[in-house]
């Protein structure tokens, strides 16, 4: 019968510490739940702090960026071939991030309620794709664009 005690307690101790795990993530399930999957981005979570901002250079126009489930705002950026931009990005809610579909691909990541800077510069003229990375984010329909005009 001892044996049966100690088991039901480490039962009962490991779905406690699995449900405090999943509650500070966002995956508990529960009304304030905005996570929506365990990617790359719910991996930042767990380390504390999201990937380093891609460098900023010297007298970078300031374009801010505001994240919240699951959108950009704005959700089209223009700026000119080989223009030196720093994306400000502020998340509202959870942790998201900003990346360049193509050259120069990630940006900067923001987490929940942080504000974030990350250096973009794109030389060729074109329309750049860019989404949050975290999972269940982009296909939530979090995207946008940067048009890149000819200099």
Sequence with gaps: MKTNGVRLLVVAATLLTATAGLTACGGGGGSGSMD??????????????????????????TIRVVATSFSFAPSEIRIDAGEEVAIELTSEDV???FVVDGPP???????????????????????????????????????????????
């Design 36 to 61: 929506m999957g365990m990617g790359m981005g719910h991996e930042h979570m767990h380390q504390g702090a999201p990937a380093a901002p891609d460098p900023v250079a010297d007298g970078a126009r």
């Design 95 to 97: 942790t998201h991030d």
């Design 105 to 151: 691909g990630h940006v900067v990541a923001a987490a929940a309620g942080e504000t974030a800077t990350g250096g973009l510069r794109i030389d060729d003229p074109g329309d750049y794709p860019v989404y949050c990375s975290v999972s269940g984010h982009r296909s939530a329909g979090m995207e946008g664009v940067i048009v890149v005009a000819a200099a």
